[in-house]
C-alpha cells in the first residue's frame, strides 16, 4: 500500500476531494496527490472524512500531470469505457492481483483519476501504462468519483488485508480430568432423567463424549458445564 499512490487531476468539488480522503482511509492508503484543484479548506475535508490527518499529512499539490506522475514507474488511467488503441481492461481482482505485485517489486504506482465531469482526456490517458474500468452496469457505467476510488481501493485491499486485532488470550484447555468430572456428572443426567429407554447407554454416552470432545473446551468451559449438570442432578 506505500507505494500505491493516489492522484486525482483537476477534481472540481472540496467535498469529493474529502469523500475520496475517507475511501483512502477506509482502506488503508495515505498517499495522494492533487493536480490544479480548486481552493479547499482543511475543515472541509475534515467534515466529510473523520480524523483525516495521516492522508492529509502527506498530501501534496501539483502544477501539473507531469509534475504530479514525475517519480511514479506505472500508471494506471480510469475510465469507464475503452478507447481506440489505448490498454483498456475491466478484470479489476486479477488487476489488483497484477498490480499489487508490481507495486511490491518495482514501485511507485500511480492510479489517476480524472475530472467528475468528463473524466480523463484521450491524451491523459495515453500518458497511462494502462486503463481500468469497473465492471459496472454497461447501460449505467458512470461513478461518482469518490465511489470509483473506492471500489478500486477495496479490490487492492482484498489482496492485502489490514492485519486482524490480536486475539484475546486463549484460556488454558481442558485436561482429562477436567473431562472426565464432566462426563460423570453427565452420566449421572442420564440416569437421574432416565433418559435412556433401552439398553444400556453406551452408545449414548460415546456419542455424547465425542461431541464434547470436538467442542474443545477451556478449564472454564469445563467446570461451567459441569456446575449447570450438577445443578441438574440435584433439581
Known amino acids: 500500500m506505500e507505494e500505491i499512490v493516489i492522484i ?16 483512502m482511509l477506509n482502506t488503508g492508503f495515505q498517499r495522494l496527490r492533487l493536480v490544479e484543484p480548486p481552493p479547499f479548506d482543511p475543515d472541509l475535508i475534515a467534515a466529510v472524512a473523520h480524523r483525516p490527518d495521516p492522508v492529509l499529512a502527506r498530501l501534496t499539490i501539483h502544477p501539473d500531470l507531469a509534475d504530479a506522475t514525475a517519480d ?34 518495482a514501485g511507485p504506482v500511480a ?9 480523463l482526456s484521450r491524451e491523459e490517458l495515453s500518458r497511462c501504462h494502462e486503463i481500468i474500468g469497473l465492471p459496472v ?30 486475539s484475546p488470550p486463549a484460556e488454558p484447555p481442558a485436561d482429562l480430568a477436567d473431562y472426565d468430572r464432566l462426563f460423570t456428572v453427565l452420566d449421572e443426567l442420564i440416569t ?9 447407554g453406551m ?4 456419542r455424547l463424549r465425542a461431541i ?18 450438577r445443578a441438574a442432578v440435584r433439581r
Not at 203 to 206: D, E, F, I, Q
Open 8 to 23: 486525482l487531476h483537476r477534481p472540481q468539488d472540496p467535498r469529493n476531494i474529502g469523500a475520496v480522503v475517507r475511501a
Open 192 to 200: 437421574t432423567t432416565q433418559f435412556v429407554k433401552s439398553g444400556n
Open 203 to 206: 452408545a449414548l454416552r460415546r
Open 137 to 166: 452496469n454497461p447501460a449505467y457505467p458512470t461513478l461518482n468519483l469518490a465511489q470509483a476510488v473506492l471500489l478500486i481501493l477495496y479490490e487492492l485491499q482484498q489482496v492485502t488485508p489490514p492485519s486482524p486485532p490480536p
Open 212 to 229: 464434547i470432545n470436538r467442542a474443545g473446551l477451556s478449564q472454564r468451559d469445563a467446570a461451567v458445564l459441569t456446575a449447570l449438570l
Open 111 to 119: 492510479l489517476l483519476f480524472g475530472p467528475e465531469d468528463n473524466g
Open 72 to 105: 511514479i514507474r506505472y500508471l494506471v488511467g480510469t475510465s469507464d469505457r475503452p478507447h481506440l488503441n489505448l490498454p483498456w481492461r475491466n478484470d479489476v481482482r486479477q488487476w489488483a492481483v497484477e498490480l499489487h505485485r508490481r507495486a511490491t517489486v
